[in-house]
């Protein structure tokens, strides 16, 4: 019988990191959301750029 193991992957960006009022500011969201982002993704600059630019590119605006 063939065991399947579940493993959990926590994704690790390089490169520099966002402190949560830098995020905040740069973006010029709201805490409450900007907390949320940072639980589910982490502080990577990368990721959160790229994420943002994605929601920006959905939503139409710049």
Do not use: C, N
């Given at each position: 019988?063939t065991?399947?193991?579940?493993?959990?992957?926590?994704?690790?960006?390089?490169?520099?990191?966002?402190?949560?009022?830098?995020?905040?500011?740069?973006?010029?969201?709201?805490?409450?959301?900007?907390?949320?982002?940072?639980?589910?993704?982490?502080?990577?600059?990368?990721?959160?750029?790229?994420?943002?630019?994605?929601?920006?590119?959905?939503?139409?605006s710049?």
């Amino acid at each position: 019988m063939t065991e399947i193991k579940h493993v959990e992957r926590k994704r690790r960006a390089g490169g520099e990191a966002y402190t949560l009022e830098a995020f905040i500011e740069k973006y010029d969201i709201d805490p409450e959301e900007a907390t949320d982002l940072f639980t589910r993704f982490g502080p990577s600059k990368i990721e959160l750029d790229l994420l943002m630019a994605a929601k920006r590119a959905k939503s139409g605006s710049k």
